[in-house]
């Protein structure tokens, strides 16, 4: 049995595969968000319980033993722990807003297009630089007592190995390490103003670096819910997770998430840190490969919020894209809704969402199809600035509509290799498999569980409605500055 662990910001799983790749069983936790004034915290207590919850459900449902496990989880945030993993105060999560105005002042001095030239991400308020400044300003004593600051699975898996705090190249990659030599940029370290905290900054270990388990006391359980001894690989977190488990290795493939947020990835050896600075360059286990990301803020977050203001159910929403046609009868929708504006394919912090053409005509099927379609066409954005050139599969909470995913595959005019289940479980299992040199067959591993493919008619539409969205855009933008 391998198993996969997946600590997602909402909700941690951990699913139980056997050689073939077939899903065995699914446990989840859900794990709780304090949100305050643009702060966003998580604890951290709380998030290991949970795994240590899953694991041990996994493991009683299916008493094979445990041949490998594989870590992944939510990326970004900053995690400060002691030298035993233990928190020295709540993590601020990759959704927290408060250090916007460092990355406004960036964004206006310079500093933020001179970090993403040198290391190809592009910051946001949630990331690890303008969190770990804030707190260097706010509550230097927070990080005087941290042994590292580090990532949510690393926090996991330090607690579960007893290994010391390490990062892997994936996590590292925002905003601080140098592509090109997958070591830390103290240039950029500088220029953040953060030379004097160089040391929490976790080792970045060998892609092949592995832990075993032990067990961890304080009624955890011994290992922390899996057998003593269970090979255990960190890493990588679940973008890059979530690309290995759909099976987008192949340069030009890419992958598009959609869930709470898009996220839209695409496998490239090209390293081009020209252009609109916005998404990053997530790298690989495998030198010389990354992943170009594009995690836009828009997602499944803007059309829950629009079917809680019409009072419209989720399992609604396949019967009401059958009631209105292509074009939503004329509603027009920028779904820009998240407070904290875009972060890719491009940054705009003070974006907004529009909706144009409403009427007293309008259904609340039109504003679904117009909702879905704006996603749509977010997506189109973030994967053609991506560098798609090749398949495309997708995964995440959306996919569970049948006629959103017919609706995506026609804004996007290609077809779709959905692929359901844990998907960055089935990644990390994978990534632990290739690090210990465990054999197993990634092609069945990461077959789709369907191809869907477009409307040859719709998908012209689309296309033209593509480039109005785009136009749209452009007047949004501008207004933002003006």
């Not at 990062?167 to 950029?188: E, G, I, K, Q």
């Not at 046609?325 to 820009?336: D, I, K, T």
């Not at 050139?389 to 077809?415: E, H, I, K, N, Q």
């Not at 998908?459 to 785009?470: D, I, N, P, Q």
Request: glycine fraction near 12%; charged fraction near 20%; proline fraction near 7%.
């Amino acid at each position: 049995m391998y198993v996969g662990i997946d600590v997602g910001t909402s909700t941690v799983k951990a699913a139980a595969f056997n050689a073939e790749g077939d899903e065995l069983t699914v446990a989840s936790r859900p794990v709780g968000l304090a949100l305050h004034g643009g702060v966003v915290e998580q604890d951290m207590d709380e998030v290991y319980g949970a795994v240590v919850a899953v694991l041990r459900e996994v493991t009683a449902r299916v008493p094979d033993p445990v041949d490998l496990a594989g870590l992944t989880g939510q990326g970004d945030g900053v995690w400060l722990v002691d030298a035993d993993g233990r928190p020295v105060r709540p993590a601020a999560s990759w959704m927290d807003g408060r250090a916007h105005e460092l990355v406004d002042r960036w964004l206006a001095d310079g500093t933020f297009e001179t970090v993403f030239r040198r290391t190809g991400s592009a910051m946001f308020p949630g990331c690890p630089g303008p969190l770990l400044a804030w707190l260097d300003s706010h509550e230097p004593k927070a990080l005087n007592a941290a042994s590292a600051a580090v990532y949510c699975k690393d926090m996991v898996f330090q607690r579960l190995t007893g290994a010391g705090p390490t990062t892997d190249v994936s996590d590292a990659s925002m905003p601080f390490l140098d592509p090109r030599t997958r070591t830390y940029d103290n240039r950029v370290v500088e220029l953040l103003g953060l030379a004097h905290r160089r040391g929490l900054l976790a080792p970045v270990s060998d892609p092949i670096a592995t832990a075993r388990t032990r067990a961890t006391g304080e009624g955890e359980g011994e290992g922390g819910g899996l057998p003593p001894g269970t090979r255990i690989a960190n890493g990588p977190y679940d973008l890059p997770a979530c690309a290995l488990g759909a099976g987008v290795t192949r340069p030009g493939d890419g992958l598009l998430i959609v869930g709470t947020c898009l996220a839209s990835l695409v496998a490239t050896t090209d390293l081009d840190l020209t252009g609109e600075p916005a998404g990053l360059y997530i790298n690989t286990d495998r030198p010389g490969h990354w992943l170009r990301a594009m995690p836009a803020m828009v997602g499944t977050a803007a059309l829950d919020w629009v079917l809680s203001t019409t009072n419209i159910q989720h399992d609604e929403v396949d019967g009401l894209l059958a009631e209105t046609p292509a074009g939503a009868n004329g509603v027009r929708v920028l779904p820009y809704f998240a407070p904290s504006g875009e972060r890719a394919p491009f940054v705009e912090p003070r974006l907004r969402a529009e909706l144009t053409g409403v009427s007293l005509e309008s259904t609340p099927a039109d504003l679904i199809r117009a909702t879905c379609e704006g996603i749509g066409y977010a997506a189109r954005h973030c994967l053609e600035a991506a560098g798609l050139t090749g398949t495309l599969a997708v995964c995440g909470g959306g996919t569970r509509s049948p006629a959103w995913m017919r609706l995506l595959a026609d804004v996007l005019g290609r077809p779709l290799r959905v692929v359901e289940g844990e998907v960055g479980a089935r990644g990390a299992v994978l990534a632990a498999a290739e690090r210990y040199g465990v054999p197993l067959d990634a092609e069945a591993w990461t077959r789709p569980t369907a191809v869907v493919e477009p409307d040859e008619g719709r998908a012209a539409y689309y296309a033209k409605g593509y480039e109005e969205h785009l136009a749209r855009l452009r007047e949004a933008r501008a207004r933002t500055r003006a």
